[in-house]
């Protein structure tokens, strides 16, 4: 057990000790430099002048200059900031109070009493019994039993993990928890610790509700569904209050053993991507591109799990520790190495999957879940970055109060995927939840292609009786096939968002960012209407976008559309047009690719999509939704045969995803496929 929160002695003496010219002492110097400049602030001239969560932020770089110095001045002035916050009426936004039930609590409140808590324990040695009692008594009062009443007690509280089970029920329990720990003084404390905890632990590991429509926070896989910033947002408090709980209690929580914190650091490195404007990562939902993983969180974690490729993520973001928990927490025992990309990432709990090129310049991220609060109706979206520079974009997100925050940001409109007659999901989604989320499904990946397809029905349900989107990525060349039945006779939207500039010849469109291209060609349907759209990119800067639609209505819509690095002339790349079939041919790097879409498959009662293709000199037969065929590799997604020249290539009585190797096969032995998940 330590004296005071997060801050062990020997941490103390190590970075007391550090070089200068170390991160540790680089550190040291800037939160002591910090704090300098905050001795010499001039105090507010009333309640209204004081920034609520500046000043408690303000106050624990004051009290970790005390503690790395033990010189008072800095303690004296971290006390009359605590002075100053504690003197206040409340500490939540008023028109919380005005809710019915009244909120009592909010993130101000809990940010602020986790800031106090935190200064407060680390100027204790200077403060005699009563300023302690003042103290402890104004926490509880302003900011845990607040939060208690609303979040915890059972005899009070309006929240639970359904209804909030999003970032504030981590930061408004965990940081007011954090101040309930740094108070060692007050009634009951023990009890509601142990209320606390078992509260943060069911955050973790809460699945969702299926009534309610509501999905889970942390994916089994370590993503977390509410986008990167508040992925960051969480984990600042959960860590903070496992952190304090483990000094206090003298061991490491048993929730770091689980699979939904444990992994999380994976989800962050899987969507890295470095551009010539710096590291950025795919911002769907409030998300903005340029932001990366929290540090603070980052050297937790890097430390934590003892993860090298979290501490070179750390090291690419800061050259050293630059706020308190970032020096407390930054590991320089611990080496650093680049990561180690896969393929294809797979986030199926949060609907998001990231497909890399071989050569890692190449990132296509593509997400398909939820829509509720922070997660965009966005479903089936597409963001695509090569060779450091982005080319086909999320919209990203704006201030809040703005209105075009809910009239476009949020909106299907400002995503690049697909509409049906003009139309995405309903408005009133971010509102009330989708009734059946999108889903990611039947992943696939081998040495010469990615797959993965977008189940996009139940956000479109309105509209389609399905809709599926399925990527294919041949190293850097990215096939989509849109295939969509809907209700009734229809026209289909596809939108392209991007920051490069455009231009369209003979339905190719050029994208061009800085020097580097792409070419983005849809095969079909054909003839489509192209046009230019009005939209924004970040924080309100307008940018225009791309709508290829149909011109007739159908109640199929399929698309099959390229985005490559080479021209599609230079690739060969032609439309394949067959009896209930529609595919792409194009020649790779080593090899001519067919992708062949089955225009009849789906779930028809007694009938099974069969089809019957002539591909050059060879009779295909398949129920397959989707083939990929190459001289010797059949790739057989959703399908149970596949018949060439009526032999036998594929069965399988149940239809599935696999690819088929067939060198050396003949006869019989044909029969000895190979599936590769």
């Known amino acids: 057990m330590m004296d005071h929160l997060y801050i062990s002695s020997e941490w103390l003496v190590r970075c007391q000790r550090a070089a200068i010219d170390t991160p540790l002492g680089k550190g040291r110097e800037h939160i002591l430099q910090l704090a300098d ?3 010499e602030k001039e105090p507010g001239k009333s309640p ?6 500046q000043s408690a932020s303000e106050a624990q770089i004051l009290g970790l200059a005390y503690q790395l110095t033990k010189d008072e001045t800095y303690a004296l002035a971290a006390d009359a900031l605590i002075s100053e916050l ?4 409340y500490w939540v936004q008023p028109a919380m109070l005005r809710r019915v039930p009244p909120w009592y609590s909010d993130l101000d409140t809990s940010e602020v009493a986790c800031g106090v808590g935190i200064a407060y324990d680390w100027i204790r040695p200077i403060l005699d019994d009563e300023r302690r009692q003042t103290t402890e008594a104004a926490l509880w009062s302003l900011g845990i039993e607040p939060m208690i009443r609303d979040w915890v007690d059972g005899a009070l509280r309006v929240h639970c993990l359904d209804s909030m089970g999003h970032n504030w029920w981590a930061v408004c329990i ?3 928890a954090v101040a309930l720990l740094a108070c060692r003084g007050l009634k009951d404390r023990a009890y509601w610790l142990g209320q606390i905890t078992i509260a943060l632990d069911e955050f973790v590991t809460y699945k969702g509700n299926e ?11 370590g993503g977390f569904y509410e986008s990167f910033t508040y992925c960051n947002y969480t984990l600042i408090y959960l860590l903070k209050f496992y952190e304090a709980l483990a000094c206090c209690s003298g061991q490491l929580p048993k929730v770091y053993e689980l699979p939904e914190l444990a992994k999380t ?3 962050y490195l899987d969507t890295i991507y470095e551009t010539t404007e710096g590291m950025c990562t795919p911002d769907f939902g409030d998300h903005h591109l340029h932001q990366t993983a929290e540090p603070m969180v980052l050297a937790r974690l890097a430390s934590l799990y003892r993860d090298e490729q979290l501490q070179w993520y750390f090291r690419r973001v800061r050259p050293y520790p630059q706020n308190p928990f970032e020096l407390l927490w930054y590991d320089d025992t611990l080496e650093a190495k680049p990561p180690v990309y896969e393929d294809l990432a797979m986030y199926p709990d949060i609907g998001w999957a990231l497909l890399r090129s071989c050569d890692r310049d190449m990132l296509v991220a593509l997400r398909a879940g939820d829509v509720w609060n922070h997660a965009h109706s966005d479903c089936g979206a597409l963001i695509v970055f090569d060779r450091g520079v982005q080319f086909v974009a999320d919209s990203g997100t704006c201030r809040y109060s703005a209105p075009e925050y809910h009239s476009y940001y949020c909106q299907t409109y400002a995503h690049s995927t697909l509409l049906v007659n003009d139309q995405g999901g309903p408005k009133d989604d971010l509102l009330y939840g989708l009734r059946f989320r999108g889903q990611l499904l039947h992943p696939c990946t081998n040495k010469h292609y990615q797959k993965v397809t977008a189940e996009l ?3 479109l349900s309105r509209l389609v009786r399905r809709a599926t989107r399925t990527l294919f990525l041949f190293d850097d060349i990215l096939v989509v096939v849109d295939d969509v039945f809907a209700f009734e006779p229809s026209t289909y939207q596809l939108l392209w968002h991007t920051p490069a500039t455009f231009s369209l010849t003979d339905d190719v469109v050029t994208l061009k960012n800085g020097t580097e291209k792409l070419y983005l060609s849809v095969f079909s349907p054909k003839p489509l209407d192209w046009s230019t759209e009005a939209g924004y990119g ?5 940018r225009p976008f791309l709508k290829a639609s149909t011109q007739e209505t159908d109640r199929n819509g399929h698309f099959i559309t390229m985005i490559s690095r080479a021209h599609p002339d230079m690739l060969q790349s032609k439309l394949m047009e067959l009896p209930n079939g529609l595919g792409l041919s194009f020649t790779g790097v080593d090899r001519t690719w067919q992708v062949i879409l089955n225009t009849t498959a789906g779930r028809r009662m007694h009938e099974n999509s069969n089809v019957a293709w002539q591909i050059g000199e060879d009779t295909v037969e398949t129920d397959g939704h989707l083939l990929v065929l190459s001289q010797d590799l059949f790739g057989v997604h959703q399908g149970s045969y596949v018949r060439r020249n009526q032999r036998v290539i594929f069965n399988n009585y149940a239809k599935t995803d696999c690819v088929l190797d067939l060198r050396g096969l003949s006869g019989i032995d044909a029969l000895k496929w190979h599936v590769q998940p």
């Open 457 to 459: 029905t139940g956000p």
């Open 86 to 89: 504690i003197s206040l009426e």
């Open 538 to 542: 970040s924080d309100l800067q307008e």
């Open 37 to 39: 400049k905050l001795l």
């Open 174 to 176: 965990g940081a007011s």
């Open 211 to 221: 009534l309610w429509n509501k999905p889970g926070n942390f994916g089994e896989q």
């Open 265 to 267: 650091g994976k989800f």
């Open 48 to 53: 209204g002048d004081i920034d609520k969560r």
